[in-house]
């Protein structure tokens, strides 16, 4: 059978001084997949938009900013990561610059400028502890991963670059 992922971004959006990330802890909506996690900002590819342009419409949603300087850090392959089983495919990028400003809350939750450094104490989905030092580290070069699910919970992890 073909692989028909749901095709998704994920950024992570640098404050000015590189040493926050701005995230959404997912605390708004009861049936929420993600309640109760921090998670970066994101969502489902329109059938009209590329990964760029939706990674900018889902900031712009979600954050009430625009991003000016965006950075493509990986893709990551989640087979089973839905709420009924479904795949997705991410396309996860770090913003380095924006113009506006975020408000406290959107739809999905609080939003919190939270340290680099303090990011691993934050309740994540497990596979985040994974790849998001990836995200941050200094290496130019893209990776891709590929992260199954099963039941909710992480079942491996491998990565290449």
């Not at 965006?70 to 479904?86: A, H, V």
């Not at 939270?114 to 985040?128: A, K, R």
């Amino acid at each position: 059978m073909p692989y028909t992922p749901i095709v998704a971004t994920l950024g992570y959006v640098l404050s000015p001084d590189g040493r926050h990330c701005l995230m959404v802890h997912r605390n708004a909506r009861p049936g929420d997949n993600h309640l109760g996690k921090y998670n970066g900002l994101g969502g489902k590819l329109e059938p009209d938009e590329d990964v760029m342009a939706g990674m900018r419409r889902e900031i712009r949603e979600e954050a009430g900013i625009e991003c000016q300087s965006m950075q493509l850090r990986g893709t990551i392959s989640w087979p089973g990561f839905g709420k009924n089983g479904e795949d997705w495919l991410g396309f996860i990028f770090l913003v380095g610059q924006f113009s506006g400003e975020p408000p406290a809350r959107n739809a999905e939750g609080d939003l919190h400028w939270v340290p680099l450094d303090q990011m691993e104490s934050l309740p994540l989905w497990e596979g985040d502890r994974h790849f998001l030092p990836l995200v941050f580290d200094g290496d130019p070069r893209p990776f891709h991963g590929v992260m199954p699910y099963r039941a909710g919970q992480m079942v491996s992890w491998a990565y290449s670059r």
